[in-house]
């Protein structure tokens, strides 16, 4: 089998595969923004980082030992090298030190600008078509969101971490954009797990004070690293590839706005958080603009 014949074509339409990787995809990056608050508590954040893909890194290596997948080229290295540094690095980083001083809800209003970011760059860059309903389904989601972060009491400023939260929300439009192409000749699994890998790399540097600061952490803390190595990436990566190798990149990231829905529904079920009616509001909005952007006659 040639590396071109491993991958399907991008589906328009939702089969079982597609949908069960969007749907873990978004219980899994739901649970990691609570499990990144739990994990401040004990690190720094870009330590936070290093330990979080030093251990979702390794079994990603492992993987790419065992199978022995095609040695991608000099063009293709350069956009897993993208994924590495701007998804996995840049990205981790920025969002752990902007949750430092922004709210959960706000947080998520803000890193939800990354499909309409990366909606526009498809246009450009994939030549993908993304119509006046799926605008009108993406502005009513982005407003939903606005609501859940306002639901919260604390409003929404531009500070800093505002600043660093927007900045991670383009670098993961910028990486799945760059990358969509891969998974014409690589298979989405081998194209996370090289995200993961030169991810851990770029982090490596903060590995040794993370290590030290595990020593001192707290069980509670301990855990959310352990979890967020685990779930929110070594296996969430995985379906978020599959999901894109088999959707356009401007549809697959309009799903995203499902996350901080889950998150709040997430939070009512593990934590007793209730939800304002403010926030109930604005989470039902979401959701029916990612149904208005995915509904086919």
């Known amino acids: 089998m040639t590396t071109a014949a491993v991958c399907e074509p991008t589906r328009r339409s939702l089969d079982g595969v597609t949908a069960s990787a969007v749907i873990v995809t978004i219980l899994a990056w739901a649970s990691a923004f609570p499990a990144i608050r739990a994990g401040l508590q004990a690190f720094g954040p870009v330590e936070l980082g290093a330990l979080r893909f030093a251990i979702a890194g390794l079994p990603a290596a492992i993987f790419l030992v065992v199978t022995r997948p095609a040695w991608p080229t000099l063009s293709d290295f350069l956009r897993l090298a993208t994924g590495g540094v701007l998804f996995v690095g840049l990205y981790t980083a920025l969002l752990n030190m902007g949750e430092m001083t922004v709210s959960a809800g706000a947080a998520s209003f803000i890193i939800n600008v990354n499909p309409i970011i990366t909606a526009g760059l498809a246009m450009m860059v994939l030549g993908e078509r993304f119509g006046l309903r799926a605008w009108a389904g993406t502005a009513l989601s982005f407003l939903g969101i606005g609501l859940i972060a306002l639901g919260e009491g604390q409003g929404l400023r531009l500070d800093t971490g505002a600043l660093l939260i927007l900045g991670a929300a383009f670098c993961t439009s910028i990486s799945t954009v760059v990358q969509k192409p891969l998974f014409s000749r690589h298979r989405p699994l081998t194209v996370s797990a090289w995200n993961m890998v030169l991810g851990a790399l770029v982090l490596a540097p903060w590995l040794p004070q993370g290590v030290t600061e595990w020593s001192q952490a707290s069980p509670t803390g301990t855990f959310a690293v352990v979890y967020l190595g685990l779930v929110p990436s070594l296996i969430a990566y995985?379906?978020?590839?599959?999901?894109?190798?088999?959707?356009?990149?401007?549809?697959?990231?309009?799903?995203?706005?499902?996350?901080?829905?889950?998150?709040?529904?997430?939070?009512?079920?593990?934590?007793?958080?209730?939800?304002?009616?403010?926030?109930?509001?604005?989470?039902?909005?979401?959701?029916?603009?990612?149904?208005?952007?995915?509904?086919?006659?």
């Open 238 to 297: 995985g379906t978020w590839a599959i999901a894109l190798s088999r959707l356009p990149a401007s549809r697959a990231s309009n799903f995203m706005y499902c996350v901080p829905p889950v998150a709040t529904l997430l939070g009512f079920l593990w934590l007793s958080e209730v939800p304002t009616a403010l926030g109930a509001v604005g989470g039902a909005m979401a959701l029916l603009g990612v149904a208005v952007v995915n509904w086919r006659r």
